[in-house]
């Protein structure tokens, strides 16, 4: 028997089986095809990715990418250097209500004078609605207006009659939101060289607005501020125990002198 017959053909020499090693191919080309086929994958899946993310930010934000803010939109906070105007409120009015422009006084003059129409008539009747109020300075809680020689003053509280220290407040007669000041006698407050002062009513334009005060907040609790509305920018103050229209000021003697409170009164 043959000695090679006892042999596994792993222990057999090349030359007796005739194999050969392929000389044809250079060593290693399968993992050279692997590696670059790998590449290859990992550059096209970049590409995707890089695809993908840029029409995600062309689009609507990605739930990893807060939303972008505008701040041009109502209802933000802004920081900017306070108004030298208090802020309207507490009128009546609805908030961001435009008040329709008046004429002044000077374009009042200068127009032609016009037959009263039906509204004007009835306005410079008296008042026969509206409660009766006291007026009271807050830093004179002791003094209240009083009608005193067609003017109006500041004066201790019981002085003079009772009759010319209580006002029907009626709504505006030049803008509904906002009030108008009924003597007992039938006039009404206006002011007439930024004074204020009891006058009957002529039936013109100009007195309606003279005698309209729209009510703004005050720093104080339970008072307000009075702003005429042909005069905006001037409040109602007491200055010398005298009533008068004054611009508006951001100190504290001007806020005092210009808050009063509202007091319920029985009829004069």
């Not at 739930?63 to 507490?90: C, H, K, N, Y």
Request: hydrophobic residues 35%.
């Amino acid at each position: 028997m043959p000695d090679n017959a006892s042999r596994s053909p792993q222990d057999r020499p090349v030359w007796e089986d005739g194999w050969a090693p392929d000389t044809s191919r250079a060593p290693g080309t399968r993992r050279l095809w692997l590696a670059g086929g790998l590449a290859v994958a990992t550059v096209v899946a970049c590409a995707t990715a890089l695809t993908v993310s840029g029409k995600d930010s062309d689009g609507a934000p990605t739930a990893a990418t807060p939303p972008r803010v505008d701040v041009s939109l109502p209802g933000l906070i802004s920081f900017a250097t306070p108004s030298q105007t208090p802020p309207e409120g507490d009128s009546g009015m609805a908030a961001g209500q435009e008040k329709t422009p008046t004429p002044t006084r000077e374009e009042a003059i200068r127009s032609p004078t016009a037959s009263p129409s039906a509204s004007e008539e009835t306005a410079s009747r008296p008042p026969t609605q509206g409660a009766w109020r006291s007026v009271r300075a807050v830093n004179h809680p002791d003094r209240q207006w009083r009608v005193s020689g067609g003017s109006v003053r500041l004066d201790p509280v019981g002085s003079g009659q009772r009759g010319d220290a209580v006002f029907r407040l009626v709504a505006g007669l030049a803008d509904a939101s906002c009030h108008s000041f009924a003597t007992a006698d039938g006039r009404y407050l206006r002011h007439r060289d930024f004074l204020l002062r009891a006058d009957q009513h002529d039936g013109s334009a100009l007195f309606r607005q003279d005698a309209t005060f729209c009510p703004r907040r005050s720093p104080y609790s339970g008072a307000v501020m009075l702003e005429s509305v042909n005069h905006p920018g001037r409040f109602l103050r007491h200055r010398d125990f005298r009533l008068r229209l004054d611009p508006y000021q951001r100190e504290g003697l001007f806020l005092a002198d210009s808050a009063f409170r509202l007091v319920d009164s029985p009829a004069p």
